[in-house]
T-cell receptor, first 115, second 115 residues
């Protein structure tokens, strides 16, 4: 079965420091990988995705993520965190060429950036 | 930028009542989805819809749930007899010709409260 793991419920970082939000996946084929962000009382906003090609993907708001096939990971990173980055972050996966097209989400990681 | 629109943003209903959540997906998209998020928890897949029929559904999507695309623009989720545990945020999403490759777009959600 396909699954996504976000091992940390919460990540705390000081403003200006680099941040990493971890994601690992388990799929039986080649994955499409996504990061979404959810601000309080808001919907899911797309940040970035990996489909194929360069393992380092750049997305919205200065975020990037690195696809690592050997470690089955897709960690979200940002060189310098902002207080406004504080939100709930979800990693999600869909398997390429699988009959099913739904996204499978991780449980989410709350990012808290302190000033 | 095209959006997925969901109405209402918040609905309160009494236990046992029927509710219909409405979504207007992006006009040229072909795949439609409903997800739910119980407060503070992970985003869970409910159902996907393609070519005027359900293409996948999760174990959550039991006989109390149904979906419809009645007029080629709206995509609805009906809960026949609501239970307290149906209280959640419900997200609609749509995707184009190759789900995931071109991205999934989520609506801002309907918060359903069953009392």
């Amino acid at each position: 079965a396909q699954s996504v793991a976000q091992p940390e419920d919460q990540v705390n970082v000081a403003e200006g420091n680099p941040l990493t939000v971890k994601c690992t996946y388990s799929v039986s084929g080649n994955p499409y990988l996504f990061w979404y962000v959810q601000y309080p009382n808001r919907g899911l906003q797309f940040l970035l995705k990996y489909i194929t090609g360069d393992n380092l993907v750049k997305g919205s708001y200065g975020f990037e993520a690195e696809f690592n096939k050997s470690q089955t990971s897709f960690h979200l990173k940002k060189p310098s965190a902002l207080v406004s980055d504080s939100a709930l972050y979800f990693c999600a996966v869909r398997v390429f060429n699988q009959a099913g097209t739904a996204l499978i989400f991780g449980k989410g990681t709350t990012l808290s950036v302190s000033s | 930028e095209p959006e997925v629109t969901q109405t209402p943003s918040h609905q309160v209903t009494q236990m046992g009542q029927e509710v219909i959540l409405r979504c207007v997906p992006i006009s040229n998209h072909l795949y439609f989805y409903w997800y739910r998020q119980i407060l503070g928890q992970k985003v869970e897949f409910l159902v996907s819809f393609y070519n005027n029929e359900i293409s996948e559904k999760s174990e959550i999507f039991d006989d109390q749930f149904s979906v419809e695309r009645p007029d080629g623009s709206n995509f609805t989720l009906k809960i026949r007899s609501t239970k307290l545990e149906d209280s959640a945020m419900y997200f609609c999403a749509s995707s184009g010709r190759d789900p995931g490759y071109y991205g999934y777009t989520f609506g801002s959600g309907t918060r359903l409260t069953v009392v």
